[in-house]
């Protein structure tokens, strides 16, 4: 089973980060929602998260994926934040996924993870970074990074970490239960 981290800073996008969480679990992927500080994240609208672990203690296990949520200034925190952008490099180093929606594919920027690859994110959070063609697609995946653009797009984003993760037919199975047409 896959292991996913989803990192989650005060001012993060509530929408992005329980949609992500929830899905994948959903899907049988274990996920560990990590607090860059102690205590309860502040989300962007006021809402409470309690996240599973710290950052420090999440950071002594191995994932397969890292899910930046969006948001400000929750993105910007997490682009702030040595610990997550050694994390990133380290990441696509190992050859591993990296993948971030809305303000939060500017950490991965940050983080030289889109070097010379093709991206999407919240319009503007992007623009004239060298070495980044940026898509207006909802959804990209360019290798082992993928991008998405905002609160409208994080089911969609969620479920393309599903199937990039466990496969079309679980994506499948995922969506059908969300009954989503």
Do not use: W
Request: contains cysteine; glycine residues 10%; aromatic residues 2%.
């Amino acid at each position: 089973m896959a292991k996913v981290l989803v990192p989650l800073a005060d001012g993060c996008e509530e929408l992005e980060a329980v949609t992500i969480i929830d899905l994948l679990r959903r899907a049988g992927i274990e996920v560990v929602s990590a607090g860059l500080n102690p205590g309860v994240v502040k989300a962007s609208r006021g809402v409470q998260l309690v996240p599973d672990l710290t950052l420090d203690r999440a950071l002594q296990d191995d994932y397969d994926m890292v899910v930046l949520p969006g948001g400000m200034p929750g993105a910007a925190h997490l682009k702030s934040d040595p610990r997550i952008l050694r994390l990133l490099k380290d990441m696509a180093a190992a050859g591993k996924y990296t993948a971030a929606i809305c303000a939060a594919p500017m950490v991965l920027a940050e983080a030289g993870v889109l070097d010379g690859r093709q991206a999407t994110s919240y319009p503007g959070f992007l623009d004239g970074l060298p070495g980044v063609t940026v898509s207006a697609a909802a959804v990209v995946r360019d290798g082992k990074v993928l991008t998405s653009r905002g609160p409208g797009t994080a089911m969609d984003f969620a479920l393309a970490l599903i199937e990039t993760l466990a496969g079309a037919d679980k994506r499948q199975q995922v969506e059908a239960a969300l009954v989503r047409s």
